[in-house]
């Protein structure tokens, strides 16, 4: 049998949930546009509610202080990563169910938003769901990783989100919400993908050629110093005057605004960690495997596609991973150049000083790169071999 011990990471998700009671669940608002009155999760929430949300965050907490012999180390992350979620989903359905309650009938303006409580309450979820991750096996890292999620997508279809002022900005927005989705993925992915046609081979050149190396990486490294919005800035009016020299790249809409220097960008952003995880992993690769293959008579571009890029693969989906989360987060900003993607809810909602609105286009953000981030680790760890997996981890940038 197998004792537990204690988890710091885990022992503070249920310190921040607990901490999280001391503020507002809910505010009520007299508009979209004004400050609200906070209600905290007792005030509002049926006394089940509050019962449930104090059992999942002390059971999680018994997991890990008591003397658990009878369970094994696995099953206890993998209950507490289930805790994590459930505390995720209690809190959004929560948040609804007290919306439908404290609505005035008589202020159809009335909006019900989030305080900080929710968000505290979440974040203490999520955390959970962190601790538990490492800890458990394949087919239990899918269900911790995307319970949660799932539920959350299938509530929101069903409508039982439907008063909270969050769900409202939706509704009024929801046929451009879903073009806006689509711009946002097809910019974060098409930069990713050029960024991998162009990163992997400047990875294998710094390798393969010393002279490269410096000249390579000094240019990848300069780009990301350079602030996302002022590099948009750099592109505008280069951009601006070709499209106004030639005419075919008008005709295939490149200008100084809107897609086509958002995706340079991106793509510029996303080189360093695919160029520098196809390095490091090709330059950490055990010398005598190399041996080997030019004793067997492989050739320099067969030992490249035969060995070195196979085991190397973990590491590059590593640095593939980085890009596209990057990818995702830096897509927002491209929305103030016309590029579109979620940041035009962002930038609106600032506009406006909507908070609501901002949140419409600042979760979708947060739950694609989230999103991605599980898929690829998950990718990576399917294919990697298990006793390549813990020095492949430690590699990931």
């Known amino acids: 049998m197998n004792s537990t011990k204690a988890e710091p990471v885990a022992v503070a998700g249920v310190v921040v949930g607990l901490f999280s009671l001391l503020f507002g669940f809910v505010q009520l608002r007299p508009n979209r546009l004004s400050n609200g009155v906070p209600f905290h999760l007792w005030q509002v929430g049926a006394p089940w509610e509050f019962a449930l949300f104090l059992a999942l965050l002390i059971g999680a907490l018994i997991l890990e202080l008591a003397a658990q012999r009878q369970l094994s180390s696995e099953t206890t992350a993998f209950l507490r990563g289930l805790m994590g979620n459930l505390l995720i989903v209690l809190v ?11 609505q005035p009938p008589d202020k159809p303006f009335a909006r019900i938003s989030f305080a900080p409580g929710v968000w505290l309450s979440a974040l203490s979820g999520y955390i959970l769901i962190l601790s538990s991750l490492k800890r458990v096996g394949k087919w239990r890292r899918i269900v911790v990783s995307f319970l949660a999620l799932t539920l959350l997508v299938i509530l ?19 046929s ?35 002279r490269a190396e410096k000249p390579i990486f000094a240019v990848v490294n300069t780009v990301q110093t350079i602030p996302s919005l002022a590099l948009f800035g750099l592109l505008i009016a280069p951009l601006a005057y070709l499209s106004h020299r030639f005419a075919f790249l008008r005709s295939l809409g490149i200008g100084g605004i809107g897609w086509a220097p958002a995706l340079i960008a991106l793509t510029l952003y996303a080189l360093l960690p695919i160029a520098r995880n196809t390095y490091t992993s090709l330059k950490v690769l055990d010398p005598s495997i190399i041996e080997a293959g030019k004793g067997m008579g492989m050739g320099r ?97």
């Open 176 to 210: 451009r919400f879903l073009q806006q989705l689509v711009n946002h993925l097809v910019l974060s992915l098409s930069a990713t993908g050029l960024a991998t046609v162009v990163g992997i081979p400047l990875g294998i050149w710094a390798f393969r050629y010393v």
């Open 92 to 102: 959004f359905v929560s948040a609804s169910v007290s919306a439908a309650h404290i």
């Open 156 to 174: 929101s279809v069903s409508g039982v989100f439907q008063d909270l002022a969050l769900f409202k900005e939706y509704l009024a927005r929801r």
């Open 301 to 397: 571009r067969q030992l490249l596609v035969d060995i070195e890029i196979p085991l190397s693969l973990p590491v590059i989906l590593g640095g593939l991973r980085t890009s596209l989360v990057q990818a995702i987060g830096n897509t927002a900003v491209a929305a103030l150049i016309g590029a579109g993607g979620f940041g035009v809810f962002i930038f609106q909602g600032l506009g406006q000083a909507a908070p609501d609105l901002i949140l419409l286009g600042t979760l979708p953000t947060i739950a694609l790169a989230v999103l991605t981030d599980r898929i690829m680790q998950l990718l990576i760890r399917i294919i990697t071999p298990r006793g390549l997996r813990v020095v492949a981890m430690e590699t990931v940038v």
